[in-house]
């Protein structure tokens, strides 16, 4: 069993930059493909990166590529989400979330997502 619980959320300036940390309990963090997603009101859930148990897979969608980095630390147990240039548009809740397969080799879809955490909130204003 793995919890996830978010930190680092806020209010930013469009341009601005934040830090997302995702601390996780459980032995088995380390073997698990963790990925962030956000959401809007009325929107589906929205995938916007993924790094693999062994760091050596990592995703981004064409939305966030080259701004936003995802970075883990197996020895805290803890994924991080590095939020450059910020838009309006990122605005949303973001969700850290585990892979329900350990040890998994690649990035798998959404639904292959069995853990996840309370989320936190990032405002960007424009």
């Known amino acids: 069993q793995v919890q996830l619980v978010e930190s680092g959320g806020g209010l930013v300036q469009a341009g601005g930059s934040l830090r997302l940390s995702c601390a996780a309990s459980?032995?088995?963090?380390?073997?698990?493909?963790m990925g962030w997603f956000r959401q809007v009101p009325g929107k589906e859930r929205e995938f916007v990166a993924a790094?693999?148990?062994?760091?050596?897979?990592?995703d981004y969608p064409d939305s966030v590529k080259g701004r936003f980095t995802i970075s883990r630390d197996n020895a805290k147990n803890t994924v991080y989400l590095q939020m450059n240039s910020l838009k309006p548009e990122d605005t949303a809740v973001y969700y850290c979330?585990?892979?329900?397969?350990?040890?998994?080799?690649?990035?798998?879809?959404?639904?292959?997502?069995?853990?996840w955490g309370q989320g936190t909130q990032v405002t960007v204003s424009s």
């Open positions: 979330a585990g892979d329900r397969r350990p040890l998994r080799p690649g990035i798998p879809p959404i639904s292959e997502y069995d853990y």
């Open positions: 459980g032995r088995t963090f380390s073997s698990r493909t």
């Open positions: 790094i693999s148990w062994s760091g050596g897979s990592i």
